[in-house]
């Protein structure tokens, strides 16, 4: 069990042999001004896990659809200052999280970086530094709190390329996901709580209080092809979150009803659901007070800042609902980061078998469906070698 209260479990690193410890925080990035915007869509579609036609076929259709997206991103973007606030955020955790561990790892010398899979600092860039700084053991923890290929594997798979060509040799650990984190579920079911204070003191008597907790969509294809275990964990975190919120406030759990749903849906295929704007619209025909959890972010970006913050507002007071709250995202919350530090200290200590299907080996990346329901749930224990 983490102490959460002193960032997980101390470990005298040094008697481990490592001396100098890299972590490096992956996440989507997103464009810092509005020049960026068609690049960095670009980048997002040329991903084969994004888009897995041949390279060739894949490079058109990229140039394509970021030409034709671009002007509407560049408006949402516009409400937000015309940029991403993503990489600042981002940054801010890295240093929160370099603190902890810095305080539990005395001995060491940790330092913490920071790579983007579609914009700056790209895995190259963030790789060159880490190959200055010479680190005895590199540990790679993604903000993607649930596994998928479209997230976690493309930023190992790009990081491993990238490693390789500037032959850093340094033992490197990989942690999958971490779905139901002490930590993180610790952070979101304070903010919850929070969240339910205000809706249950703003309301009139006898208004129902529902929580959506809102994830990134995925094409349902994409989730049948890959096995992909991002469903079941995101489900899996969510009822964590409100098992946590119950013991920290007794009896809240019982002030709410609550579902998961999934936002950011474009295209003609069809997506996992159900739909967040859908489910905003049902919650206004029974006349509730919504509070929306986005627990599949940890900082705030677009998805948060406009989507859920104005356009699915708007689509609230239209629809009906009451009282809209959103919960912010965990970002440098003392557990999050806690919990973080946790998982780092835990993957320095990990001895997994690195064969495939061995021991912790491999798990959260399944070769088909099966496997993947099987270790959906492993995978805050899970560390690829």
Known sequence: MLNLKQGGPKQDAKKQGVQKLAVVLFN????????????????????????????????????????????????????????????????????????????????????????????????????????????????????????????????????KMVAKKLGITAETKSICCWPT??????????????????????????????????????????????????????????KAIVSAADKLAPGNAGKFSWKVSYQSRVGPLEWIGPDTEDEIRRAGKRKAALIIVPLAFVSEHSETLVELDIEYKAVAKKAGVKNYIRVPAVGTHPDFINGLAGLVSSALSADCDPSPGAGCANRCQPKDKSEAQSEAMACPAAVVE
């Open 28 to 159: 989507l990035g997103g464009p810092d001004s509005p020049d960026a915007v068609k690049p960095f869509l670009f980048n997002l579609f040329n991903d084969k896990a994004i888009i897995s036609a041949p390279a060739p076929i894949r490079w058109l259709l990229a140039k394509w659809i970021s030409f034709k997206r671009a002007p509407v991103a560049k408006k949402i973007y516009a409400e937000i200052g015309g940029r991403s606030p993503i990489l600042e955020l981002t940054k801010a955790q890295a240093q929160a999280l370099e603190g902890v561990l810095k305080t539990n790892m005395a001995e060491t010398e940790a330092q913490v970086f920071v790579s983007m899979r579609y914009w700056h600092p790209f895995a190259s860039e963030t790789a060159g530094a880490v190959k200055s700084f010479a680190p005895d053991k590199i540990i790679l923890l993604p903000l993607y709190p649930q596994y998928s290929t479209t997230t976690t594997r493309s930023s190992f798979d790009e990081w």
């Open 181 to 238: 984190d002490p930590g993180f579920i610790a952070a979101e079911a304070k903010l919850l709580n929070e969240a339910v204070a205000v809706a249950t003191t703003t309301i009139t008597s006898g208004t129902p209080v529902e929580v959506l907790f809102s994830a990134h969509g995925l094409p349902k294809r994409t989730v049948e092809r890959t096995g992909d275990p991002y469903p079941e964990q995101v489900v899996a975190g969510a």
